[in-house]
Structures are given as structure tokens and as C-alpha cells.
């Protein structure tokens, strides 16, 4: 399989995996708690499916930079998210922090244990 091929099917299955942490956290916090706290589960699912999505893209691709792909549409995608309805105002610079060190741990930690 040609590398550029590779690459991109590795950034499309690491944002999916990245993309359901996200919506499984989110659900749970709107499942139990009120609208401040359900937010509060946003920005935290935001960082940890940056690092779930880093890290799957690191170990297939036994490189950072697929990572920070993953990083950069997550947070493309939340953009529209946020641009959507209204957020409190701490939303945006927590959530987008929270996913920034999620994907760079990921990137910089995973990405020698490639098979």
C-alpha cells in the first residue's frame, strides 16, 4: 500500500476513534449532570479524545505528525461545534488547551510503539 494512502487511512480511523471518545463522554456527561457541569465533560472529552486519536494515529503510523493531523481536524470540527450555540466563555481556551496536550503527549510519547 503506497505510504500517502497509509497516512490517510491512519488520520480517518484515529479521528473516528477520536470522534466516538468524544461523543461517549459527552453523552455520559449530559446523561448525569446539568448544563455547566455537561461542559465541563465536553472540554475534558475534547483533551481525551485528542490523546486517544494521537495516540492510535502515532502507533499506526510510528510517527507524530499523523497525530497533529488528528489534532487539527478535532479541533476544526469543534469550531463548528462552538460555533453552533453558545458556550460559557471558558469553554474555548480549556477545551482547546485540554486537546492541544492531549495530541501533543500522544504525538511525542507513542509513536515508537508501531508495529
Known amino acids: 500500500m503506497p505510504n500517502g494512502l497509509k497516512m490517510i487511512l491512519v488520520v480517518i480511523a484515529s479521528l473516528i476513534a477520536g470522534g466516538i471518545t468524544l461523543a461517549i463522554i459527552e453523552a455520559i456527561g449530559h446523561a448525569l449532570?446539568?448544563?455547566?457541569i455537561a461542559?465541563?465533560?465536553?472540554a475534558l472529552g475534547l483533551g481525551i479524545a485528542g490523546f486517544v486519536g494521537g495516540a492510535i494515529a502515532a502507533v499506526l503510523s510510528k510517527r507524530r505528525e499523523p497525530a497533529y493531523v488528528v489534532g487539527a481536524l478535532l479541533a476544526g470540527l469543534s469550531l463548528i461545534n462552538v460555533f453552533s450555540f453558545s458556550h460559557p466563555i471558558w469553554f474555548v481556551p480549556v477545551a482547546f488547551a485540554l486537546l492541544a496536550i492531549g495530541v501533543w503527549f500522544a504525538g511525542s510519547r507513542f509513536r515508537n510503539l508501531g508495529a
Open 33 to 36: 449532570f446539568n448544563h455547566n
Open 39 to 42: 461542559f465541563i465533560f465536553a
